[in-house]
């Protein structure tokens, strides 16, 4: 598979009163065409920051002051206003953190599609606005005849499906979606969620899922990227992250979460707390949480590197252990 999307070195700052504060710190990653890359760490990490750079979509205080977005090879930063205005929607499109209060109230939702097909000249009539609108909302199990409701005739659930109909609207090769589910319940997001997978087989668009529900993640997403502090930490395929963490920041946020199946575990949290980014220390962003931190990680920052054996782990001392093989082994073996 190619890529799609590459990353490299990407600052985000903002600028605030008590200074120049870098939210997304010299980040670098690549999604795949056809592949759904999640991004998982607490809040305030910088996912949402990492979401609107790609699009663009960053206002002031932030400033994108380092790096390069390629968007199938070229840069985004560098494209003009009609460019730009071309680039969103049909090529990547956004379900934001709160796309559930992103439609507007005093508009249909036929309405608020057609703005969208005319913005980029992709119907004539209203009428056939109508008739793209409602494959779009067949698309996600929303019956055509509500197009010409209002948003709030429609549960929170329906209003995201209707939000993720309208990011599909002209076909996109990147769907972002930022926290989509996070106010519903999990019977609703996971039927939000698989017909997104589906649409994805069908129509073979990528996918940059931000989600805290490392679960939901580990399920979905073909690969995922641990975020700390700014910092990419480590990006794994998804069956790895949780089975064969190698970052020990990793390692914590799967031992925050409950399994859904298997013996009851104690679940162990991550002891202190995030960083404050006016305040970043010179060595590793994590040391003064980590169990195995040395002298070096409070010295030395690690980089994010592709080992050959390993993948890519920013650690001076990545963790070597397989739980998928300890939870096939014996009893036995493991006393
Ligand atoms: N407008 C702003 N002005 C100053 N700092 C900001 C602004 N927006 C975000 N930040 C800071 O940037 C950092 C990253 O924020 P971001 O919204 O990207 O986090 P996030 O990982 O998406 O968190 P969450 O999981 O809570 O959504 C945070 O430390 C936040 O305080
Ligand atoms: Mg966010």
């Not at 199990?141 to 209707?162: A, K, N, T």
């Not at 995922?224 to 790895?240: F, H």
Request: charged share 25%; net charge negative; with cysteine.
């Amino acid at each position: 598979m190619s890529d799609l999307v590459q990353v490299n070195n990407l600052c985000v700052d903002y600028i605030t009163f008590g200074g120049r504060v870098r939210a997304v710190d010299d980040v670098s990653f690549s999604i795949k065409k056809g592949e759904i890359l999640g991004l998982a760490g607490e809040s305030g990490c910088g996912k949402s920051t990492i979401a609107f750079a790609l699009m663009r979509l960053h206002r002031p205080p932030a400033l994108i002051s380092e790096g390069e977005i390629l968007f199938d090879g070229k840069d985004i930063l560098d494209f003009s206003d009609e460019e730009l205005r071309k680039f969103r929607w049909a090529d990547t499109s956004m379900v934001f953190q709160s796309a559930m209060s992103c439609l507007n109230p005093v508009k249909t939702i036929e309405s608020q599609f057609y703005d969208i097909f005319e913005a980029h000249n992709v119907v004539s009539t209203k009428e056939e606005g109508a008739e793209r609108a409602k494959e779009l909302l067949q698309i996600v199990d929303i019956p055509p005849e509500r197009l010409y409701d209002y948003p709030h005739q429609f549960s929170g659930g329906m209003r995201q499906r209707v939000v993720i109909a309208m990011a599909l609207a002209l076909k996109p090769k990147l769907l972002i979606m930022d926290e989509p589910t996070t106010a519903l319940d999990v019977v609703v997001q996971r039927e939000i969620l698989q017909k997104v997978y589906e649409l994805k087989e069908e129509f073979g668009f990528s996918v940059l899922f931000i989600t805290h529900d490392l679960s939901l993640m580990v399920e979905f997403c073909d690969r995922i990227g641990i975020m700390y502090s700014g910092k990419l930490v480590e990006v794994a395929p998804s069956k790895e992250i949780l089975g064969k963490p190698q970052h020990p920041y990793s390692f914590g946020l799967g031992n925050s979460f409950p399994t859904l199946h298997g013996e009851l575990q104690e679940m162990i949290g991550i002891p202190g707390s995030p960083l404050d980014l006016n305040h970043v220390p010179d060595g590793c962003r994590f040391a003064e949480r980590c169990f195995n931190a040395s002298e070096q990680c409070r010295t030395d920052e690690p980089q994010l590197r592709n080992d050959e054996a390993r993948g890519w782990v920013a650690c001076h001392h990545p963790l070597a252990i397989d739980f998928r093989e300890l939870q096939d082994a014996p009893c036995s073996e493991l006393n």
